[in-house]
């Protein structure tokens, strides 16, 4: 039997969902994956990712199981991936607001600030200091800053936003001459 056939009959709406855009390029309008757009939000796979998202619409690393240090835009940045992934939409209100809450956070040039975390430190006296540092050790700028939270806009269909327009700018401008981009500048 035909692998791709078995996944419409797993009861994930999900990955029916998936199955269906991925392996059998069903047409938007279909009538199976309209419907299964509404079963999205009621699968498995994203109803704890729903519930955890805060009133300000951000996700934090926490609630996402990630190991290590991530700030909120990076984890509202993966959130909005899995969605974008699963099928979930501009349009979808959890989607909105991980936006709108990233949208907020977007600097005036297109770009995102370099995230600021907090690393503990074990000083010789055996006592916990906070030290609070910009990731990737005095980057003054990464181009994931932007490439992540974009990554995430795009994946629900936010493409065309204007705001997402100017973070593709910041992007080219941050361009080598070959065409590539930098790991981070350094101060």
């Keep these: 039997m035909n692998a791709p056939i078995l996944l419409l009959a797993d009861p994930s709406p999900c990955l029916r969902h998936l199955a269906l855009r991925e392996f059998f390029a069903a047409d938007a309008i279909d009538s199976e994956r309209l419907e299964?757009?509404?079963?999205?939000?009621?699968?498995?796979?994203?109803?704890?990712?729903?519930?955890?998202?805060?009133r300000d619409g951000s996700w934090g690393a926490a609630e996402l199981g990630a190991r290590g240090?991530?700030?909120r835009v990076r984890a509202t940045s993966l959130a909005l991936a899995r969605l974008g992934y699963l099928g979930f939409a501009?349009?979808?209100?959890?989607?909105?607001?991980?936006?709108?809450y990233l949208f907020a956070r977007q600097r005036k040039?297109?770009?995102?600030?370099?995230?600021?975390?907090q690393r503990k430190r074990v000083l010789d006296s055996g006592k916990n200091s906070d030290d609070d540092a910009d990731e990737g050790g005095g980057y003054t700028m990464v181009p994931l800053q932007t490439a992540l939270?974009?990554?995430?806009?795009?994946?629900?269909?936010?493409?065309?936003?204007?705001?997402?327009?100017?973070?593709?700018?910041?992007l080219l401008a941050q361009r080598l001459e070959d065409g590539a981009w930098p790991t981070g500048t350094a101060a």
């Design 36 to 54: 299964l757009v509404d079963l999205l939000p009621t699968d498995g796979l994203v109803v704890d990712l729903l519930r955890m998202q805060s």
């Design 69 to 71: 240090t991530i700030n």
């Design 149 to 170: 939270p974009l990554h995430g806009l795009v994946m629900n269909g936010l493409a065309t936003d204007p705001r997402c327009e100017r973070a593709y700018d910041w």
């Design 90 to 100: 501009s349009d979808h209100a959890a989607v909105r607001a991980g936006a709108d």
């Design 109 to 117: 040039d297109g770009a995102w600030s370099l995230p600021r975390i």
